[in-house]
């Protein structure tokens, strides 16, 4: 079964300096990955997609993934935090066959000034 | 450019009670989801409709049942409300279920079970 793990709760930046959030997934095939975004009290936004093309994806508001198989991670990253970034992040495989989203907990990133 | 759209944005409702949430998407999709979130867990698949006519259970679905009405609109009906299905509801849609495909969430519907 395919499963994501993200390994921080909450994360802490100040404006201006780079985010990283960890994922590590676990998958028995070549697997589809997302980011996506929830703002307080909205649905949930795709930042980025991994589906077997370049490693590197670059997605939505400054905002990329790698994806290393050796590792089996997918870290979010963005170079210079903005105050708009902060919300919850979630990392996400998608099930073979027909596409069934599997979720992680949830990152939380909070931005100070 | 509505999207998905998800009526109501808030219910509370008491034990026992019985509830239909409504799901309605304008980008011509032929899957549509609903998931339940609750806090610290993310976001669990309750059923899904791959296509027209057809649904499937997912990965908590007891407790529910839903409707593929048509292609734009598939409703999720709560028939015995229980405490234990407190919690955010979101719909969403993709074009269809290929890997890959992005799923487009609507803002959910908050339901408070007293």
């Known amino acids: 079964a395919q499963s994501v793990t993200q390994l921080d709760s909450h994360v802490s930046v100040s404006e201006g300096t780079p985010v990283l959030l960890r994922c590590n997934y676990s998958?028995?095939?070549?697997?589809?990955l997302f980011w996506y975004v929830q703002h307080p009290n909205k649905g949930l936004q795709l930042l980025l997609k991994y589906t077997s093309a370049a490693t590197l994806v670059k997605g939505i508001n400054g905002f990329e993934a790698e994806f290393k198989k050796s590792e089996t991670s997918f870290h979010l990253t963005k170079p210079s935090a903005h105050m708009s970034d902060a919300a919850e992040y979630f990392c996400v495989v998608s099930d073979p066959g027909f596409q069934k989203l599997v979720f992680g907990t949830g990152t939380r990133l909070l931005v100070s000034p | 450019n509505a999207g998905v759209t998800q009526t109501p944005k808030f219910q509370v409702l008491k034990t026992g009670q019985s509830m239909t949430l409504q799901c309605a998407q304008d980008m011509n999709h032929n899957s549509m989801y609903w998931y339940r979130q609750d806090p610290g867990m993310g976001l669990r698949l309750i059923y899904y409709?791959?296509?027209?006519?057809?649904?499937d259970k997912g990965e908590v679905p007891n407790g529910y049942n839903v409707s593929r009405l048509n292609k734009r609109e598939f409703s999720l009906r709560l028939e015995s409300a229980a405490p234990s299905q407190t919690s955010v509801y979101f719909c969403a849609s993709s074009e269809d279920g290929g890997v890959g495909q992005p799923q487009h969430f609507g803002d959910g519907t908050r339901l408070s079970i007293l």
């Open positions: 998958s028995s095939y070549s697997p589809s």
């Open positions: 409709s791959a296509s027209e006519g057809t649904t």
